[in-house]
């Protein structure tokens, strides 16, 4: 039995195989994935056909596999991803000595992930720039993210600070020290940012749609990432309201201890057994 995240692989495999999905995105023009995504769209079908089981790493992107391809139903069970426990409310010691190192001198509201397309971030910097400037106060928009693919991000703003790849050992710190993790991405198999900024105990705004409000829970303010309105509003909520921030920070760790890798490892290993 094979288990694999390449729709490829698990068309061509000699044995049965468990394809583990992640997500659409590359079967949703809007996003300009890049042409490797052309292999899987065109592989997905017969792996999909050919699969013994199907792991889903969300309920949402199971419902997708499932509006795709209603047979699958029955063979595909949802594992959830976590995230490393170093994404903690506490610090260690030392969060301060990375901020420095990262040049981070103001408070901030916090948004990480590759540049491009499907995270929205022409929508978030335009919703972040038109607060009002007493409610914005001194926070700056950080971009914490590799440069991916499509129109290039316009973050040569003096309120937006584009930080590029930031190392792992880094983001824990990062996240601590942010008022907001924002990430209104227009498309998700599951939201690994979402789930790491509850665990670190920071307020989340995120988007109403896909995967996200199965990982936020209560534990996030949601907004319609369509609209720079409903982004700049859920902002403006957040950074001039301490009590909700206090409310979320509690709520996060609590929400996140649903996503357990111990329990997901489970679901897949029962899903390779003949």
Do not use: C
């Not at 949703?28 to 017969?46: I, K, M, N, Q, Y």
């Not at 490393?84 to 408070?107: K, N, Q, S, T, Y």
């Not at 996240?175 to 670190?200: D, K, Q, T």
């Amino acid at each position: 039995m094979l288990a694999t995240s390449s729709f490829l692989l698990g068309a061509l495999s000699p044995v049965p195989a468990v394809p583990v999905v992640w997500d659409f995105a590359p079967f949703d023009r809007r996003f300009g994935t890049p042409l490797g995504s052309l292999f899987e769209r065109v592989t997905a079908p017969p792996a999909v056909r050919r699969a013994r089981r199907i792991v889903a790493i969300s309920q949402s992107t199971r419902d997708e596999l499932v509006r795709r391809w209603p047979s699958a139903g029955s063979r595909t069970v949802v594992a959830h991803p976590s995230a490393d426990e170093a994404f903690a409310p506490e610090d260690p010691g030392g969060d301060a000595e990375v901020l420095r190192r990262l040049g981070i001198h103001a408070p901030y509201v916090l948004t990480v992930g590759t540049l491009e397309p499907r995270k929205n971030l022409p929508r978030l910097i335009e919703a972040f720039t038109g607060l009002p400037d007493e409610v914005r106060g001194e926070h700056v928009l950080v971009l914490a993210g590799a440069k991916g693919w499509g129109p290039t991000v316009d973050a040569e703003r003096a309120l937006v600070q584009a930080l590029g790849f930031v190392e792992d050992d880094h983001l824990p710190a990062l996240y601590r020290g942010a008022a907001v993790v924002a990430y209104p991405s227009l498309y998700e198999g599951f939201g690994i940012p979402v789930l790491e900024g509850l665990r670190s105990g920071t307020p989340v705004l995120t988007s109403n749609t896909s995967s996200m409000p199965e990982v936020g829970g209560d534990a996030a303010r949601y907004v319609d990432p369509e609209d720079v309105g409903s982004i700049r509003g859920g902002l403006a909520a957040l950074l001039s309201d301490p009590a909700e921030r206090e409310r979320l920070a509690a709520a996060g760790p609590r929400q996140a201890r649903r996503f357990d890798w111990g329990r997901s490892a489970q679901v897949i290993l029962d899903a390779l057994q003949p």
